[in-house]
């Protein structure tokens, strides 16, 4: 019986990610789910990604966080449409679905939209299990977390498009071996694509933007 509604829950999940799919391409947004741990850095890099593309985009951003509003509010001094989804009522889940994601969706207003952020609930192994029919996975990995998560999380990183190593203007204070780090990822991910950034100096910062504009323009191609 619990095999049964657990594929039941499971098909619906699929479902709600393919009318995603859809309705994304329909609006011809670029909607980008941001994954990670903890404190590798999701808000930051949004934040520093809407004050350096202000102008050139527009944007929208889904903010999932089990409880409190307190990254919706770093970024609301940008001019963004911002919508908070707190798991709590729902248990507390580790993840964000899919079919949330398009009811945050709805009541945005497309015609200043190009990218949509999707800033999942911070945690390596949960929203790796979840589709949300998004045009992208970006998995974000701080240097401060060492070089064994990838290793230990691989499914993290097998779902998503692109890595982004974060924080690297700390590697002259840590002990980490980037060639491990990148091996672990590869291993992982053969296809997995490697930026490294800081968005405390702006080192790097210049790819990730360069990826969004390809992103954008393939999308409204």
């Known amino acids: 019986m619990e095999i ?14 393919k009318k995603n799919v859809d309705f994304f391409n329909e609006k011809k947004v670029v909607a980008i789910n941001l994954m990670s741990s903890p404190g590798s850095g999701k808000t930051t890099l949004i934040d520093k990604t809407l004050e350096a593309l202000a102008g050139e985009m527009g944007f929208a951003v889904v903010e999932g966080d089990i ?5 919706a ?24 679905e899919a079919g949330w ?6 009541s945005f207003d497309f015609s200043r939209i190009d990218v949509l952020f999707v800033e999942n609930v911070g945690n390596l192994v949960c929203p790796a299990e979840f ?3 998004v045009d992208a996975n970006v998995v974000l990995l701080s240097v401060t977390e060492g070089e064994d998560k990838p290793a230990k ?3 993290m990183f097998r779902v998503s498009q692109l890595c982004l190593v974060t924080k690297t203007d700390l590697l002259p204070f840590l002990d980490v071996d980037m060639a491990l780090l990148e091996k672990n990822v590869s291993k992982s991910n053969p296809q997995l694509k490697m930026l490294e950034l800081s968005s ?13 504009r390809a992103k954008v323009a393939e999308k409204k191609s």
Not at 73 to 82: F, G, N, P, S, Y
Not at 200 to 212: H, S
């Open 153 to 155: 999380y691989p499914l």
């Open 131 to 133: 589709e949300l029919g």
């Open 4 to 17: 049964k509604v657990l594929k039941k829950v499971l098909a619906a999940q699929e479902e709600d990610a």
């Open 101 to 106: 994601i398009r009811s945050a969706a709805e």
């Open 67 to 71: 409880e409190t509003t307190m990254d």
């Open 200 to 212: 405390k100096t702006g080192d790097g910062f210049a790819e990730w933007l360069d990826y969004l």
């Open 73 to 96: 509010e770093r970024l609301a001094k940008h001019d963004v449409q911002i919508t908070q989804i707190n798991t709590e009522p729902f248990g507390g889940d580790c993840h964000l």
